[in-house]
């Protein structure tokens, strides 16, 4: 059991958290529990680490926007939000706040093991595109151990927003495309009114502002985003 990928279900609805924790439980990962904010806070800020939290939107007392807001930026553990049908403001709320993703409930727990998978695949295990170190217009990415610069300075990334950085890094000056990104970000299709790429590149822009570098990734309207080469 020590060497399972460890996750901590965040839900009101125990029930639900007993269901999705025996499904998690099957695909073989160990599981932990908290049926409110506060006692999500409190597991969180004691050993042993989890390496995913999925967290639930609309919780009495903390909700799981409050729990966020206060997790971010000290703590990067990757975050899967759970959300209502149709809260497509709360969806962009948590992915501003530092989500990885989300999944609408009731959710198929196929589609969540697929989810959780795929962000542990590019958080522990970064194989996946060159693992030497990238450097464009004074940003520096090093893909093996998920370390990013501007100008010297450290960024508090995401998972996600490192492997948009890394993705449009890996191609300066050339067009990426949505569909392109959320594929190789998300490990998912891009669906209809899916603003997740656009809420991480809003981001990367704030946190490289920041830290001096201003306009670098360039949006080409309608189709995707550019990060712009050194002159």
Known sequence: MENLPLILLVDDDQELCDLIGEYLTAEGFAVDKAHSGQSALTRLA?????????????????????????????????????????????????????????????????????RVRAILRRTQNPISGDQH??????????????????????????????????????????TQTKAFLTEQVLHRPLTAYDRSIDVHVSRIRQKLANAGIHDIIRSVRGVGYQLLSAD
């Open 46 to 114: 004691s050993p042993p680490e989890c390496q995913l939290i999925v967290l639930d939107i609309m919780m009495p007392g903390l909700s799981g926007l409050d729990v966020l807001q206060r997790l971010r930026p000290s703590n990067s553990t990757p975050v899967i939000m759970l959300t209502g049908r149709g809260d497509d403001i709360d969806r962009i709320l948590g992915l501003e706040m530092g989500a990885d993703d989300y999944l609408a409930k009731p959710c198929n727990p196929r589609e969540l093991v697929a």
């Open 133 to 174: 170190l990238l450097d464009v217009a004074g940003i520096q990415l090093s893909p093996a151990d998920m370390q990013a610069k501007a100008l010297g300075t450290p960024l508090q990334l995401t998972g996600a927003e490192f492997n948009t950085l890394k993705v449009l890094m890996q191609h300066p000056g050339q």
